[in-house]
């Protein structure tokens, strides 16, 4: 595994789907950082094709024009995923306990993770069931900020900064033969170091990694 077990430990080893149990209606990240995912998105997801939408929410920041010919959504919270209107369909999975997606190979065109990285335990696994259900030519976009909720996210992350999260990142990308080699973008505040050490940080970094899965040879 591409992981230590001491990396996979979490503060709060307790269900998850306990954890998730009530719905949160909220963001978990600001203005800015959702404007330019959707903007991401809205770049590099073509219309009426299959996305998958993994550790989804009650919103998937996917942008309003663009229409798709399915929209697949996973997550913890049942009700959260019912609230999203962006889903045609939707299906509650604890991906620490069950590895493998539902899904025949070569089922989307796109796999989205919105800032939920941070709590897979076993990511080469999930990266590989992500590869087995793109088809060639297909994207995996990953994008997360400087939040999280600390007590589930896993060690190795909990204890890095942005540069060795965003190194880890494509760690797990590479575990996997047939990806593309990751594209990165990061974008921080334009906040001047002296307000930034006063705690006034002018909002959320946006990392993303963007990776194709490549035609077989």
């Known amino acids: 595994m591409l992981l230590h077990p001491q990396d996979r430990t979490k503060l ?3 269900d998850d789907l306990q954890f998730y149990a009530f719905p949160r209606f909220v963001t978990h990240v600001d203005e800015g950082f959702i404007q ?3 903007d991401l998105y809205r770049d590099r997801l073509k219309p009426q094709t299959r996305i998958l939408d993994l550790m989804s929410s009650w919103v998937s920041h996917l942008p309003e024009e663009l229409t798709f ?3 697949e959504g996973h997550g913890l919270n049942e009700d959260e995923l019912a609230k999203n209107p962006r889903l045609n369909h939707y299906w509650v999975q604890d991906l ?3 590895l493998q997606l539902p899904f025949e190979d070569q089922s989307f065109d796109a796999v989205l993770n919105c800032v939920s990285i941070q709590y897979l335990q076993y990511p080469d696994a999930i990266f590989s069931e992500i590869h087995r259900i793109l088809k060639p030519g297909g994207v995996v976009i990953v994008s ?3 939040r999280m909720f600390y007590q589930k996210a896993i060690q190795i992350w909990r ?3 942005d540069k060795t999260r965003l190194n880890l ?3 797990y990308i590479q575990s996997v033969s047939g990806f593309t080699e990751p594209e990165f973008i990061v974008r921080l505040p334009n906040v001047p ?3 930034q050490l006063m705690g006034w940080g002018g909002g959320d970094p946006f990392y993303a990694a963007i990776a194709y899965r490549q035609d077989p040879t």
């Open 144 to 146: 997360f900020s400087n």
């Open 69 to 71: 010919e399915h929209v």
């Open 159 to 161: 204890d890095g900064t």
């Open 169 to 171: 990142l494509k760690q």
């Open 36 to 38: 330019q995912l959707t």
């Open 96 to 98: 620490n306990q069950t």
């Open 12 to 14: 709060d080893s307790s």
């Open 193 to 195: 170091t002296l307000l």
